[in-house]
C-alpha cells in the first residue's frame, strides 16, 4: 500500500482536519492497519496531528461493541483526534472485523471458484476492502438519488477504477463500490 497524493498534500499544507478524516477512514477500511501506519509516519510531523484526549469514556466491555457503536467513535475520533481513541478503535474494529489473512491461498481460490460458491457478505466486504474496492467518501448528509447524483458528479459521470455498482448511505458517510471491468 502506499500513501496518496492527496494524503501527501494534505500533510504539505499541514491540514490537520483532512488528515484526521482520512486517517480515521483507512483504520475502517483497512483492518490490517497497515494504510493507518504509512500515513502516520508520513505525517507525524504535523503540528497538532494528535491532539489530548478529551477524556470521554470508551466502552471497554465487548459485548457492548457493534457497527452502530464502531461508527459512533469514528465520528468521535476525527473530532478528538488521540492516541487513546486511536488505540480504542483499533481494539473495536479487531473484534468486530478480525482480519483472517491477506490473501486466500489459490488452492481455495480454485476450489471455491470450481464449486460455484460464493463470499459470504462479511468475506466480500472484507475482500473489497483490501484490494481497493470500497471507497468512503465523507460528507453532510446524502439521501437515496441525491447520494446517486453527487457520485456521479464526483466521478464525472465515469470512474476510473471500474462501473460504479452501488452506494451506501449511513449516518452521512457515503461508501463506493466499484466493480473492476
Do not use: C
Request: glycine fraction near 8%.
Amino acid at each position: 500500500m502506499s500513501v496518496t497524493n492527496e494524503f501527501r498534500k494534505a500533510v504539505l499544507e499541514k491540514n490537520v482536519d483532512l488528515l484526521h478524516i482520512m486517517m480515521s477512514n483507512s483504520l475502517v477500511l483497512d483492518p490490517t492497519f497497515e494504510e493507518f501506519e504509512e500515513m502516520e509516519k508520513v505525517a507525524r510531523d504535523v503540528p497538532g496531528l494528535y491532539v489530548k484526549y478529551d477524556g470521554k469514556m470508551l466502552e471497554n466491555d465487548p459485548s457492548k461493541w457493534n457497527n452502530d457503536y464502531l461508527h459512533w467513535i469514528d465520528t468521535e475520533l476525527v473530532y478528538n483526534f488521540s492516541h487513546e481513541r486511536v488505540d480504542h478503535i483499533k481494539k473495536v474494529i479487531r473484534y468486530l472485523h478480525p482480519v483472517k489473512s491477506k490473501q486466500m491461498p489459490k488452492e481455495n481460490e480454485q476450489n471455491k471458484e470450481k464449486n460455484n460458491q460464493k463470499n459470504s457478505y462479511q468475506e466480500q466486504k472484507s475482500q473489497d476492502q483490501l484490494d481497493g474496492r470500497i471507497i468512503k467518501i465523507v460528507s453532510g448528509a446524502a439521501v437515496g438519488g441525491v447520494a446517486g447524483g453527487v457520485i456521479s458528479g464526483v466521478a464525472g459521470g465515469s470512474v476510473v477504477a471500474g462501473a460504479v455498482v452501488g452506494a451506501v448511505v449511513v449516518g452521512g458517510v457515503v461508501a463506493l463500490v466499484t466493480k473492476q471491468k
